[in-house]
């Protein structure tokens, strides 16, 4: 069982910047693929970037050049940084784990409960 915590969101100012932090249990950076994902109101999940047991990152086209994956193995934690924040960026953000690599939501079997972001113009 992997369990995935988030953390970190909150209302920022539009061109502000966030970083959240998805806590994970166990062993679970060594082996499986954390990707973070957000969904507003109305939308799908849309895939906003991961990271692999390797450290090998990748990027969704909506945040790529904005954003960046990285993770402390020995504190067990996976950060999302994005910066130049707009009000589309306002979504739920999710992290999940998948033991493969994926970039859309079914690719992953674990979820945590998502934490909210929300971007003021």
């Known amino acids: 069982q992997v369990q995935l915590v988030e953390s970190g969101g909150g209302l920022v100012q539009a061109g502000g910047s966030l970083r959240l932090s998805c806590a994970t249990s166990g062993h679970t950076l060594s082996t499986w693929t954390i990707g973070w994902f957000r969904q507003a109101p109305g939308n799908e999940r849309e895939f906003v970037g991961s990271?692999?047991?390797?450290?090998?990152?990748s990027y969704g086209a909506a945040v790529k050049g904005r954003a960046t994956i990285s993770r402390d193995v020995a504190e067990k934690t996976v950060y999302l940084q994005m910066s130049s924040l707009q009000s589309e960026d306002t979504a739920v953000y999710y992290c999940?784990?998948?033991?493969?690599?994926?970039?859309?939501?079914?690719?992953?079997?674990?979820w945590g409960q998502g934490t909210q972001v929300t971007v003021s113009s």
């Open positions: 990271i692999g047991w390797s450290g090998t990152t």
């Open positions: 999940a784990a998948t033991i493969r690599s994926g970039l859309w939501a079914r690719d992953y079997d674990y």
